[in-house]
Antibody
Framework: QVQLVQSGAEVKKPGASVKVSCKAS????????INWVRQATGQGLEWMGW????????GYAQKFQGRVTMTRNTSISTAYMELSSLRSEDTAVYYC???????????WGQGTMVTVSS | DIQMTQSPSSLSASVGDRVTITCQAS??????LNWYQQKPGKAPKLLIY???NLETGVPSRFSGSGSGTDFTFTISSLQPEDIATYYC?????????FGPGTKVDIK
Protein backbone atom coordinates (compact mmCIF):
# COMPACT_ATOMS: atom_id res chain seq x y z
CA GLN A 1 0.00 0.00 0.00
CA VAL A 2 1.01 3.61 -0.45
CA GLN A 3 2.80 4.80 2.64
CA LEU A 4 5.44 7.05 4.10
CA VAL A 5 7.46 5.69 7.01
CA GLN A 6 9.51 8.09 9.09
CA SER A 7 12.53 7.60 11.33
CA GLY A 8 12.25 7.37 15.08
CA ALA A 9 12.12 9.92 17.84
CA GLU A 10 15.11 12.16 18.50
CA VAL A 11 16.37 14.08 21.51
CA LYS A 12 18.78 16.90 20.75
CA LYS A 13 20.54 19.64 22.64
CA PRO A 14 20.06 23.29 21.76
CA GLY A 15 22.30 24.30 18.89
CA ALA A 16 22.46 20.80 17.43
CA SER A 17 20.96 19.55 14.17
CA VAL A 18 18.45 16.81 13.47
CA LYS A 19 17.85 14.85 10.28
CA VAL A 20 14.53 13.07 9.83
CA SER A 21 13.97 10.51 7.10
CA CYS A 22 10.78 9.64 5.23
CA LYS A 23 10.73 6.43 3.17
CA ALA A 24 8.11 6.11 0.45
CA SER A 25 6.64 2.87 -0.78
CA UNK A 26 3.76 1.73 -2.95
CA UNK A 27 4.11 4.49 -5.54
CA UNK A 28 6.71 6.13 -7.79
CA UNK A 29 8.71 8.30 -5.40
CA UNK A 30 9.78 10.79 -8.05
CA UNK A 31 6.24 11.51 -9.26
CA UNK A 32 5.01 13.49 -6.24
CA UNK A 33 6.36 16.32 -4.10
CA ILE A 34 7.22 15.70 -0.48
CA ASN A 35 6.21 18.34 2.03
CA TRP A 36 7.23 18.73 5.66
CA VAL A 37 4.80 19.93 8.33
CA ARG A 38 5.42 20.23 12.03
CA GLN A 39 3.17 20.38 15.06
CA ALA A 40 4.16 21.45 18.54
CA THR A 41 2.34 19.71 21.37
CA GLY A 42 -1.24 20.94 21.57
CA GLN A 43 -0.70 23.35 18.69
CA GLY A 44 -1.70 23.58 15.05
CA LEU A 45 0.00 22.53 11.84
CA GLU A 46 2.91 24.52 10.42
CA TRP A 47 4.18 23.97 6.87
CA MET A 48 7.95 24.04 6.58
CA GLY A 49 8.62 23.46 2.91
CA TRP A 50 8.51 21.13 -0.09
CA UNK A 51 10.82 19.17 -2.30
CA UNK A 52 10.42 17.74 -5.77
CA UNK A 53 12.08 14.31 -5.53
CA UNK A 54 12.63 14.16 -9.28
CA UNK A 55 14.54 17.41 -9.70
CA UNK A 56 15.61 18.00 -6.13
CA UNK A 57 14.10 21.49 -6.28
CA UNK A 58 12.99 22.83 -2.93
CA GLY A 59 10.98 25.66 -1.44
CA TYR A 60 11.11 26.66 2.20
CA ALA A 61 8.93 28.78 4.42
CA GLN A 62 10.75 32.02 5.16
CA LYS A 63 10.65 31.23 8.87
CA PHE A 64 12.98 28.27 8.30
CA GLN A 65 15.18 29.69 5.53
CA GLY A 66 18.82 29.15 6.38
CA ARG A 67 18.07 26.46 8.97
CA VAL A 68 16.27 23.77 6.99
CA THR A 69 17.53 21.56 4.19
CA MET A 70 15.39 19.04 2.31
CA THR A 71 17.12 16.35 0.28
CA ARG A 72 16.40 12.94 -1.16
CA ASN A 73 17.96 9.66 -2.19
CA THR A 74 15.95 8.39 -5.13
CA SER A 75 17.69 4.99 -5.12
CA ILE A 76 16.00 4.19 -1.82
CA SER A 77 12.88 6.37 -2.25
CA THR A 78 13.70 8.38 0.83
CA ALA A 79 13.34 12.07 1.60
CA TYR A 80 15.18 13.87 4.37
CA MET A 81 14.59 17.02 6.36
CA GLU A 82 17.48 18.49 8.32
CA LEU A 83 16.91 21.32 10.77
CA SER A 84 19.92 23.03 12.30
CA SER A 85 20.59 25.42 15.20
CA LEU A 86 17.84 23.75 17.17
CA ARG A 87 16.14 25.62 19.98
CA SER A 88 13.51 24.59 22.49
CA GLU A 89 10.75 26.04 20.29
CA ASP A 90 11.60 23.42 17.66
CA THR A 91 10.29 20.67 19.93
CA ALA A 92 7.47 19.18 17.88
CA VAL A 93 6.23 16.26 15.84
CA TYR A 94 7.56 16.49 12.31
CA TYR A 95 5.52 14.97 9.48
CA CYS A 96 6.33 14.30 5.85
CA UNK A 97 3.38 14.36 3.48
CA UNK A 98 2.92 13.59 -0.19
CA UNK A 99 1.68 16.49 -2.26
CA UNK A 100 -1.01 16.05 -4.90
CA UNK A 101 -3.29 18.25 -7.05
CA UNK A 102 -0.77 21.03 -6.64
CA UNK A 103 -1.22 21.49 -2.93
CA UNK A 104 -3.16 18.81 -1.06
CA UNK A 105 -1.36 16.38 1.21
CA UNK A 106 -2.91 12.97 0.72
CA UNK A 107 -0.46 10.58 2.37
CA TRP A 108 1.27 11.40 5.66
CA GLY A 109 4.06 9.75 7.55
CA GLN A 110 3.42 8.65 11.11
CA GLY A 111 5.34 11.60 12.51
CA THR A 112 8.72 11.92 14.24
CA MET A 113 8.93 13.49 17.68
CA VAL A 114 11.91 15.80 18.01
CA THR A 115 12.66 17.04 21.51
CA VAL A 116 15.16 19.85 22.05
CA SER A 117 16.33 20.01 25.62
CA SER A 118 19.52 20.74 27.51
CA ASP B 1 1.59 35.10 3.89
CA ILE B 2 -2.09 34.21 3.58
CA GLN B 3 -3.71 34.01 7.01
CA MET B 4 -6.40 31.42 7.60
CA THR B 5 -8.98 31.75 10.34
CA GLN B 6 -11.53 29.17 11.48
CA SER B 7 -14.63 29.33 13.60
CA PRO B 8 -15.58 28.12 15.99
CA SER B 9 -12.38 27.03 17.70
CA SER B 10 -14.30 24.20 19.35
CA LEU B 11 -17.79 22.79 19.41
CA SER B 12 -19.84 20.12 21.10
CA ALA B 13 -22.67 18.42 19.27
CA SER B 14 -24.86 15.36 19.62
CA VAL B 15 -24.60 12.24 17.51
CA GLY B 16 -26.65 12.81 14.38
CA ASP B 17 -26.34 16.61 14.47
CA ARG B 18 -25.29 18.67 11.50
CA VAL B 19 -21.95 20.36 12.19
CA THR B 20 -20.62 23.35 10.26
CA ILE B 21 -17.15 24.89 10.42
CA THR B 22 -16.15 28.04 8.58
CA CYS B 23 -12.74 29.00 7.26
CA GLN B 24 -11.77 32.43 6.01
CA ALA B 25 -8.69 33.40 4.02
CA SER B 26 -7.05 36.81 4.28
CA UNK B 27 -7.17 37.15 0.48
CA UNK B 28 -8.84 35.53 -2.51
CA UNK B 29 -7.60 31.93 -2.87
CA UNK B 30 -10.13 30.81 -5.50
CA UNK B 31 -10.94 27.19 -4.60
CA UNK B 32 -7.42 26.27 -3.50
CA LEU B 33 -8.57 25.04 -0.12
CA ASN B 34 -8.32 21.65 1.55
CA TRP B 35 -9.78 20.18 4.75
CA TYR B 36 -8.09 17.69 7.07
CA GLN B 37 -9.18 15.64 10.04
CA GLN B 38 -6.71 14.90 12.83
CA LYS B 39 -7.40 12.49 15.66
CA PRO B 40 -5.29 12.61 18.85
CA GLY B 41 -1.84 11.13 18.37
CA LYS B 42 -2.39 10.58 14.65
CA ALA B 43 -1.31 12.26 11.45
CA PRO B 44 -3.82 14.47 9.66
CA LYS B 45 -6.05 12.87 7.03
CA LEU B 46 -7.15 14.61 3.84
CA LEU B 47 -10.95 14.78 3.60
CA ILE B 48 -11.76 17.48 1.04
CA TYR B 49 -9.58 18.99 -1.69
CA UNK B 50 -10.18 21.95 -4.00
CA UNK B 51 -12.82 23.23 -1.56
CA UNK B 52 -15.53 20.72 -2.44
CA ASN B 53 -14.08 17.45 -3.74
CA LEU B 54 -14.35 14.43 -1.48
CA GLU B 55 -11.16 12.42 -1.20
CA THR B 56 -11.52 8.77 -2.20
CA GLY B 57 -12.82 6.61 0.63
CA VAL B 58 -14.08 9.50 2.75
CA PRO B 59 -17.72 9.10 3.90
CA SER B 60 -20.26 11.22 2.05
CA ARG B 61 -21.47 12.87 5.28
CA PHE B 62 -18.44 15.14 4.90
CA SER B 63 -18.70 18.02 2.44
CA GLY B 64 -17.13 21.34 1.62
CA SER B 65 -18.10 24.47 -0.23
CA GLY B 66 -17.01 28.00 -0.94
CA SER B 67 -14.60 30.01 -3.03
CA GLY B 68 -12.68 33.24 -2.83
CA THR B 69 -12.22 33.97 0.86
CA ASP B 70 -15.05 32.12 2.59
CA PHE B 71 -15.37 28.38 2.94
CA THR B 72 -17.58 25.95 4.81
CA PHE B 73 -17.02 22.39 5.97
CA THR B 74 -20.02 20.30 6.98
CA ILE B 75 -20.61 16.98 8.67
CA SER B 76 -24.21 16.17 7.81
CA SER B 77 -24.75 13.69 10.64
CA LEU B 78 -22.09 13.63 13.35
CA GLN B 79 -20.81 10.17 14.27
CA PRO B 80 -18.75 9.18 17.34
CA GLU B 81 -15.75 8.44 15.13
CA ASP B 82 -15.77 12.04 13.87
CA ILE B 83 -14.35 13.31 17.15
CA ALA B 84 -11.24 15.11 15.99
CA THR B 85 -9.71 18.46 15.17
CA TYR B 86 -10.41 19.79 11.68
CA TYR B 87 -8.04 22.08 9.78
CA CYS B 88 -8.40 24.06 6.58
CA UNK B 89 -5.32 24.70 4.43
CA UNK B 90 -4.74 26.99 1.47
CA UNK B 91 -2.45 26.27 -1.44
CA UNK B 92 -2.97 29.35 -3.56
CA UNK B 93 0.37 30.77 -2.44
CA UNK B 94 3.56 29.74 -0.75
CA UNK B 95 3.93 29.26 2.12
CA UNK B 96 1.07 26.81 2.47
CA UNK B 97 -0.84 27.83 5.56
CA PHE B 98 -3.31 26.09 7.82
CA GLY B 99 -6.15 27.40 9.89
CA PRO B 100 -5.81 27.10 13.68
CA GLY B 101 -8.17 24.15 13.83
CA THR B 102 -11.65 23.37 15.15
CA LYS B 103 -11.98 20.74 17.84
CA VAL B 104 -15.19 18.72 17.57
CA ASP B 105 -16.48 16.55 20.37
CA ILE B 106 -19.67 14.81 21.41
CA LYS B 107 -22.11 16.50 23.75
Amino acid sequence: QVQLVQSGAEVKKPGASVKVSCKASGYTFTSYDINWVRQATGQGLEWMGWMNPNSGNTGYAQKFQGRVTMTRNTSISTAYMELSSLRSEDTAVYYCARGIFGGAFDIWGQGTMVTVSS
Amino acid sequence: DIQMTQSPSSLSASVGDRVTITCQASQDISNYLNWYQQKPGKAPKLLIYDASNLETGVPSRFSGSGSGTDFTFTISSLQPEDIATYYCQQYDNLPRTFGPGTKVDIK
